[in-house]
């Protein structure tokens, strides 16, 4: 008896040992994130990476890329081969632009993998994102990103700081009726009570533009400053567009003319804070300005809920977003947050099986989100996720860059059912007449280099109305015609008429 338990005790250790040693084995798979505010994720990754041992089999690493260092650090990792990154994030408007990079063939076709793990994530997404992630990349036609269940449409919206509103004696609805045509004598108002200093109105010129004008960013197209534009049809964003099924120089176009005439006048009348017109200051100018609620009526490119959010409720004053059109589903929010798996990793299954746990499992969800019950947020009584503010210092990733966010549970800020009125908005959405096209600038890329330098010397001071349109927008458009951009224009409108012929 002695001698059978002591052959019991002994396999016992050396299956234990061996689990151990099974355990410390392990491959590290390492996942770069953007616009995340993380300087403490110790707790997370112990955790996360108990849960996921066996369900993945390898450990997490987490790169947390920044608003300021995520590009640089994204695209020297894909460019350079560097085999200790495994996911990164990628979307339609990042420097590792998914389209491009996965054409560059930088980014692993995801088919397969799908085919072998991916029932769990093709039951969590919806069949249209897997859609929009579907395009002709280094391998062929396919798959070569998760698509996060996020705003996947777009809205563009007033920012409305109706704390200070409501001080000047207008409402909402005073900026629903009047626009941005005739905001100038709310905008007056303002400077009159606030003083010489307060720029009342806060914008992110291009966004500005597009809200304006009814224009919409062509996939494909030159990303620090677009040069096409697709006008909708305002009554129906599914509608044929207001210039029929066409792309155009959005510079040459009636609608930009009166735009920058329009934004010019509230400069010179000192509405628009001058940093706003200067590349290097004009995302930090808006950025601190929008945290302290020192604006009257802003730019703001929409998510549903977004009000709700901490970022918006640290503002210290009451915020409403006034749309300006309906929400739309286009090309570039539909592929507006993505995770690739690298083509250098050395771990593609390994990383694939967390990227579809990450979007199906909301336990890890809400881990990778939110961090750890009881030391970043607790439950309230109905359920709700209620933060720790010291320790959510500490964690804060941007969720929406994450993956799936409609498996997170309600905060008490959102409210219960936040999730379901979220999905709700966004199936509701409608899809523009060009859903889907991605421009390829491949055979085009000398002119589209050439015009981008162009645009680079005048489209952010006329956007932010800094110059005179009179005198600077001939001379603009004269420049980008010199540049190539008719070839750049008919290349765009040949694959575009053949997209919708198919």
């Known amino acids: 008896m002695k001698k059978f338990l002591s052959i019991f005790l002994s396999l016992a250790l050396m299956l234990s040992l061996c689990s151990f040693a099974h355990a410390d084995d392990l491959p590290t798979i390492t996942i770069m994130f953007h616009g995340s505010n993380v300087s403490d994720d110790k707790a997370v990754l112990e955790a996360v990476n108990e849960y996921i041992a066996d369900k993945v089999g390898a450990k997490l690493e987490v790169v947390w890329g920044t608003w300021g260092d995520f590009d640089e650090k994204a695209v020297n990792a894909l460019v350079t081969g560097d085999s200790d990154v495994d996911m990164v994030f990628t979307c339609s408007w990042s420097s590792?632009?998914?389209?491009?990079?996965?054409?560059?063939?930088?980014?692993?076709?995801?088919?397969?993998?799908?085919?072998?793990?991916?029932a769990d994530l093709k039951a969590a997404i919806p069949e249209s994102l897997m859609q929009a992630a579907t395009i002709e990349g280094a391998d062929g036609k396919g798959i070569y990103a998760v698509n996060g269940f996020k705003d996947t449409a777009t809205q563009n919206t007033w920012d409305?700081?109706?704390?200070?509103?409501?001080?000047?004696?207008?409402?909402?609805?005073?900026?629903?009726?009047l626009g941005f045509y005739g905001f100038g004598e709310i905008f007056a108002k303002a400077k009159e009570v606030k003083g010489d200093s307060f720029y009342p109105f806060l914008i992110e010129p291009m966004v500005l533009e597009r809200m304006v004008t009814n224009s919409i960013i062509i996939a494909g197209d030159a990303g620090s400053t677009n040069l096409l534009s697709y006008y909708l049809n305002p009554e129906d964003v599914s509608a044929e567009g207001a210039y029929?099924?066409?792309?155009?120089?959005?510079?040459?176009?009636?609608?930009?003319?009166?735009?920058?005439?329009?934004?010019?006048?509230?400069?010179?009348?000192?509405y628009i804070n001058p940093a706003l017109a200067v590349a290097e200051t004009s995302n930090d100018t808006r950025a601190n300005a929008q945290k302290t609620a020192d604006y009257l009526i802003g730019t703001?490119?929409?998510?549903?809920?977004?009000?709700?959010?901490?970022?918006?409720?640290?503002?210290?004053?009451?915020?409403?977003?006034?749309?300006?059109?309906?929400?739309?589903?286009?090309?570039?929010?539909?592929?507006?947050?993505?995770?690739?798996?690298?083509?250098?990793?050395?771990?593609?299954?390994?990383?694939?099986?967390?990227?579809?746990?990450?979007?199906?499992?909301?336990?890890?969800?809400?881990?990778?989100?939110?961090?750890?019950?009881?030391?970043?947020?607790?439950?309230?009584?109905?359920?709700?996720?209620?933060?720790?503010?010291?320790?959510?210092?500490?964690?804060?990733?941007?969720?929406?860059?994450?993956?799936?966010?409609?498996?997170?549970?309600?905060?008490?800020?959102?409210?219960?059912?936040?999730?379901?009125?979220?999905?709700?908005?966004?199936?509701?959405?409608?899809?523009?007449?060009?859903?889907?096209?991605?421009?390829?600038?491949?055979?085009?890329?000398?002119?589209?280099a050439a015009l981008g330098n162009v645009a680079a010397q005048y489209a952010l001071a006329l956007d932010c109305g800094a110059v005179d349109p009179a005198t600077e927008l001939p001379l603009f458009l004269d420049a980008l015609e010199a540049a190539g951009m008719q070839t750049y224009l008919d290349a765009a409108n040949a694959q575009l008429e053949a997209y919708l012929a198919k």
Not at 107 to 115: G, S
Not at 160 to 177: F, I, P, S
Request: proline share 3%; glycine share 8%.
């Open 96 to 118: 590792d632009e998914y389209n491009s990079f996965a054409k560059q063939g930088y980014f692993l076709k995801l088919d397969d993998l799908m085919e072998q793990y991916g």
């Open 160 to 177: 409305v700081n109706v704390t200070l509103l409501q001080e000047l004696g207008y409402t909402l609805d005073d900026v629903k009726n």
């Open 244 to 270: 029929g099924n066409k792309i155009l120089n959005k510079f040459a176009t009636p609608e930009y003319k009166a735009f920058a005439e329009k934004v010019h006048e509230y400069y010179e009348a000192g």
């Open 300 to 448: 703001q490119s929409y998510a549903y809920g977004y009000e709700y959010s901490a970022e918006v409720l640290a503002r210290g004053a009451e915020v409403s977003f006034v749309p300006c059109t309906d929400a739309y589903v286009d090309t570039t929010a539909s592929q507006g947050a993505m995770m690739a798996i690298s083509s250098a990793s050395e771990h593609p299954e390994e990383s694939f099986k967390f990227l579809v746990l990450l979007n199906s499992d909301p336990y890890l969800m809400t881990l990778m989100n939110y961090g750890v019950e009881g030391v970043h947020y607790t439950r309230n009584a109905d359920g709700l996720i209620e933060f720790n503010a010291d320790a959510r210092a500490s964690y804060s990733p941007w969720t929406n860059g994450m993956g799936n966010v409609t498996i997170l549970p309600d905060t008490a800020a959102e409210g219960a059912g936040f999730r379901e009125a979220f999905k709700a908005y966004y199936a509701g959405a409608k899809g523009i007449p060009c859903l889907g096209f991605v421009f390829d600038n491949t055979d085009v890329a000398n002119e589209m």
